[in-house]
C-alpha cells in the first residue's frame, strides 16, 4: 500500500514500535475505505459508519442484540445453501467487477442472516490492477469458497467459477 512518507515506510519496514503503529493505523483506514466503497457500490456489507484509531465502527448485522452466525458455523437445508451459494457467487463478482479481490473470501467471512449473504474481514482486500498477484488470490478465494460451501452439500467447479470471473476482468 501507499505509504507517502518516506521516513515512516522505513519504519514499517524496519519492524520498528512505531512502525508496527503506523502500519496498524494505516491497515485500518484501509480497511475502512474499502468497505466505503463496496458499500457505495451496492455490495452487501455491513454499513461502515466511523473510523477511531484501530476501531472500525460499522452496522451491526443480526436481530435484537444477536449477531448473525457466519455460513461457516451454521448447518443449512439443501436449498438454502444453494441460495447461499449463489449470493455469496454474486458477492464475488460484484467484488471483481469492482476491481477488487477479497483475498480471503469463504463462508468463515460470509454472513447469513434472514435470508441474506453479507461479506465481511476486509483488510486483505487488493485492487486487481496494482496486486500483481491478483489472479493467484482471485484463484485462492474461488477454491475456498467452493471448499468451505462443500460441507454444505454444495459441489461446485472452482476452476470453472475461476475462468468465468477472469473473463470479466482484465489481467
Request: net charge negative; hydrophobic share 45%.
Amino acid at each position: 500500500r501507499f505509504i507517502g512518507d518516506a521516513r515512516m515506510e522505513k519504519a514499517i519496514d524496519q519492524g520498528s514500535e512505531r512502525g508496527l503503529d503506523a502500519h496498524q493505523l494505516l491497515c485500518v483506514s484501509e480497511e475502512f475505505r474499502q468497505m466505503n466503497y463496496l458499500y457505495n457500490a451496492g455490495i452487501p456489507v455491513p454499513r461502515p459508519i466511523a473510523i477511531s484509531g484501530l476501531t472500525i465502527l460499522m452496522e451491526f448485522i443480526g436481530t435484537d442484540g444477536v449477531a448473525a452466525d457466519r455460513l461457516s458455523d451454521i448447518q443449512l437445508e439443501k436449498e438454502e445453501a444453494e441460495d447461499a451459494f449463489r449470493q455469496s457467487l454474486r458477492i464475488l463478482e460484484s467484488i471483481v467487477s469492482n476491481g477488487r479481490i477479497h483475498g480471503d473470501y469463504s463462508a468463515f467471512n460470509i454472513l447469513w442472516h434472514i435470508g441474506r449473504a453479507i461479506v465481511i474481514d476486509f483488510p486483505q482486500i487488493v485492487s486487481i490492477n496494482s496486486n500483481i498477484a491478483a489472479k493467484e488470490l482471485l484463484l485462492r478465494d474461488v477454491i475456498s469458497l467452493c471448499k468451505s460451501f462443500k460441507r454444505h452439500g454444495i459441489k461446485a467447479d472452482p476452476e470453472r467459477i475461476f475462468s468465468r470471473l477472469v473473463r470479466m476482468i482484465d489481467f
